[in-house]
């Protein structure tokens, strides 16, 4: 679904500086101006959706920055 070098992008944002708030708000709009698509294939309103908080999970436990 993600290349390589959008997953990494990804683990550097979920990984990057902030309050939970402040990194789903920024992964939301990496979403929306780099795979917009994601939001027909994932129904999310905005960084307040829970399944915003999913994603963040999911990656951190998942990847690491390398």
Do not use: C
């Amino acid at each position: 679904m993600f290349s390589k070098s959008e997953m990494s992008q990804l683990v550097k944002i979920v990984n990057g500086p902030g309050t939970e708030l402040e990194v789903r708000g920024r992964l939301y709009n990496w979403f929306d101006r780099e795979r917009a698509d994601i939001f027909s294939l994932v129904n999310m309103n905005d960084k307040h959706d829970e399944r915003m908080k999913e994603i963040v999970k999911l990656i951190k436990k998942n990847f690491q920055l390398q």
